[in-house]
């Protein structure tokens, strides 16, 4: 039990299909994260949401919508999806030290990662 | 721009002996944070150990410690008395300063293997 859990664990969706991928953490943490992972590539980060707000955007599709609607819960809404799409989809969450958005290089907080949703796209 | 790089893609070891998971990093800060995390087949990443670059002794947790040579740009994992469980894929990840700062930057991982 790492104290972040996602759902649902798997997903097989067709590229019409609307769905959803969530995310909550237990740990009261103040950041949460979506990453993507794809065989054979590194982590890939999307979205950075620091006190509900996003921070970061990496790039990401608009086909991929997050919400976060409080500091607990994560959201991955997904829309007209591609089979490159097809991954593992990790949710993780950290407190940050400093102000609200701020972080160090040295910050030492680890992130603390959900087991995934791993998504296929048909 | 910063780049972490595993060149092992897989590794054996033989249960109970000591393994190093090998790391190199690229970046012109002086300020970064190390991180190495496993992943096992359930699929969550799990948080090993942390360095700071300006830490003068390498880190220890338990079975593992960080082998941190700032000068070469390395942070090896080592793995001391392999057990069956410590079979998953590891991946060294990195905090930077700049446009990113204080997020997690991962190399494309090992898959270590644990010989009975």
């Known amino acids: 039990e790492t104290g972040v859990t996602q759902t649902p664990r798997h997903l097989v969706m067709g590229m019409t299909n609307k769905k959803s991928l969530k995310c909550e953490q237990h740990?009261?943490?103040?950041?949460m994260y979506w990453y993507k992972q794809s065989a054979k590539k590194p982590l890939e980060l999307m979205f950075v949401?620091?006190?509900?707000?996003?921070?970061e955007n990496n790039s990401v599709p608009s086909r991929f919508s997050p919400e976060c609607p409080n500091s607990s819960h994560l959201f991955l809404h997904l829309h007209t999806l591609q089979p490159e799409d097809s991954a593992l989809y990790l949710c993780?969450?950290?407190?940050?030290?400093?102000?609200?958005?701020?972080?160090?290089?040295?910050?030492?907080?680890?992130?603390?990662f959900g087991q995934g949703t791993r998504l296929t796209v048909v | 721009a910063q780049k972490i790089t595993q060149t092992q893609p897989g590794m054996f070891v033989q249960e109970k002996e000591a393994v190093t998971l090998d790391c190199t990093y690229d970046?012109?800060?002086?300020?970064?944070?190390l991180f190495w995390y496993k992943q096992p087949s359930s699929g969550e990443m799990i948080f090993l150990i942390y360095q700071g670059s300006y830490d003068e002794q390498n880190a220890t947790e338990g079975r593992y410690s960080l082998n941190f040579q700032k000068a070469r740009k390395s942070a090896n994992l080592v793995i001391s008395a392999s057990q069956l469980g410590d079979s998953a894929m590891y991946f060294c990840a990195m905090r930077f300063g700049g446009g990113s700062q204080g997020n997690l930057i991962f190399g494309k991982g090992t898959k270590l293997s644990v010989k009975p």
């Open positions: 993780a969450s950290s407190q940050e030290a400093g102000d609200r958005g701020v972080r160090t290089p040295l910050d030492s907080s680890e992130a603390f």
């Open positions: 970046t012109s800060d002086q300020s970064y944070g």
């Open positions: 949401y620091n006190f509900k707000e996003q921070t």
């Open positions: 740990l009261g943490h103040n950041a």
